[in-house]
C-alpha cells in the first residue's frame, strides 16, 4: 500500500503538485488572520511611562487598539520605569516603541541598540538635582564626595553628569548610587543619600510632600522626550509606524486641549495626588511634536559629555550616531496629512 502512494505521487506533474501546496498554505493562513504577514504585524506593542503623559492618554483612550481593529492587529502596553527600562525591552524586542529621553537614546544607539528616535512626545524640565528640605547642600560643586542617587542611562543621570562638568567634576568626584527612580527617591527621604537626580513624577511627588528642594535645575540640560521605533519594525511596516504616530498625536493635541482631564489620567494612572500631577504637568511642554535639528543639538550636547565621562566609547562618532538616530520622515508624513 505505502509503495503504491508512493508511486502515485511520484507520477504527479510537478505543476500540480506545487499548485496543491499553493493552496494548502493559502488555507492555512486564511485559518489564522492574526498571523503575522510581510503587510501587517501580527500584534504592535508599546511602553506607557508615567514620564509620558502623552502614553497614559492614548492607553486609557484606547484609540490604537480602535484604529487597528479592523486589520485584526492586536495592541499590547508595557510599563516603562526609565529610560533604560524603555531600551533594554526595545532591544530585546519585548517593544516595538519605547519613550525614552532623547539623550538616553543616543547611549542606547551607540551601544548597538537597532531604534530610531521618531517623535516628541514633551519638551519637560522632568530632571533636577535634589536634596531633602533640611540638607546644607546648595550648589552642585558641594556634591564632591558625597553620595548621589540616580539610574544610570536615563537623563536624570546624564544631567548629573552634565551638572558635574559645568563646575569641573565628573562621576569620580561622587559616590554614585545606582538605583530605579522610584528607589532613588526613597533612598534621598530616609537619608541613605545626599543627593537624588530626580526624575518625575517621583521628584515632584517628594517635592510636594517631604518639602525636597529642587537645589540645581537647568531646563537646557533636559533632553526632549522622544519615542523611539525597532529600525527593523520601521523597515517591515512603515505605514503602521506612520498610523502610531497619528493616533499618538491624536492624543497629544487632546491632551492640550483638556489640560484638566489629563491631570485626571495622569492621577488615575500613576496613583498621584492632584498637586504632584499638577507640579509634573506644569513643567511639561506638549506643544511640538516635530523632531529635527534642534533636538539633534541639545542631544549632540549631552552626547559630548557622556563621551568625556566614558559613558560612550572614545571610538564612538557622536555627531553620526545622534544624525543615524533622529529620523524625522514618519512625523512628517503624518503632519502633512
Not at 524603555?86 to 530585546?92: K, M, Q, S, V
Not at 494612572?269 to 539633534?296: M, P, W
Request: overall charge neutral; charged content about 25%.
Amino acid at each position: 500500500m505505502i509503495n503504491h502512494r508512493y508511486r502515485f505521487f511520484h507520477r504527479l506533474p510537478i505543476w500540480l503538485i506545487s499548485v496543491t501546496l499553493i493552496f494548502c498554505a493559502s488555507i492555512l493562513n486564511a485559518c489564522n488572520p492574526n498571523q503575522a504577514t510581510a503587510d501587517r504585524p501580527d500584534t504592535i506593542r508599546l511602553d506607557y511611562a508615567y514620564y509620558n503623559p502623552v502614553s497614559l492618554v492614548l492607553k486609557q483612550k484606547g484609540w490604537l487598539e480602535d484604529e487597528l481593529k479592523p486589520d485584526n492587529v492586536k495592541v499590547e502596553w508595557v510599563l516603562s520605569q526609565g529610560s533604560n527600562k524603555a531600551l533594554e525591552f526595545l532591544n530585546a524586542r519585548s517593544l516595538d516603541f519605547g519613550s525614552t529621553a532623547g539623550a538616553a537614546a543616543l547611549i542606547g544607539k551607540a551601544n548597538g541598540n537597532p531604534i530610531k528616535s521618531i517623535y516628541v512626545y514633551s519638551k519637560p524640565e522632568w530632571t533636577a538635582l535634589v536634596t531633602r528640605a533640611d540638607s546644607p547642600i546648595q550648589t552642585v560643586a558641594e556634591l564632591k564626595g558625597k553620595k548621589v542617587a540616580a539610574t544610570r542611562g536615563t537623563d536624570p543621570y546624564i544631567f548629573l553628569l552634565r551638572s558635574l562638568d559645568q563646575v569641573g567634576l565628573s562621576q569620580n568626584d561622587i559616590e554614585l548610587v545606582q538605583l530605579q527612580h522610584a528607589d532613588g527617591r526613597t533612598a534621598l527621604e530616609k537619608g541613605d543619600v545626599d543627593a537624588w537626580a530626580g526624575l518625575d513624577p517621583h521628584m515632584a511627588k517628594t517635592e510636594v510632600e517631604k518639602g525636597s528642594k529642587l537645589f540645581f535645575r537647568n531646563p537646557d540640560f533636559n533632553s526632549y522626550g522622544v519615542l523611539n521605533v525597532r529600525e527593523e519594525f520601521s523597515q517591515t511596516y512603515p505605514n503602521y509606524v506612520e498610523r502610531v504616530l497619528a493616533t499618538y498625536e491624536k492624543a497629544r493635541q487632546w491632551a492640550q486641549q483638556h489640560p484638566a482631564e489629563l491631570k485626571q489620567v495622569l492621577v488615575q494612572e500613576s496613583k498621584l495626588t492632584d498637586a504632584v500631577a499638577a507640579k509634573q504637568l506644569e513643567r511639561t511642554d506638549l506643544s511640538n511634536a516635530q523632531i529635527g535639528d534642534r533636538q539633534k543639538q541639545v542631544i549632540l550636547a549631552a552626547g559630548n559629555v557622556l563621551k568625556k565621562s566614558g559613558v560612550i566609547k572614545e571610538s564612538v562618532d557622536v555627531e553620526q550616531t545622534v544624525t543615524t538616530l533622529i529620523d524625522p520622515q514618519f512625523i512628517a508624513k503624518v503632519a502633512s496629512r
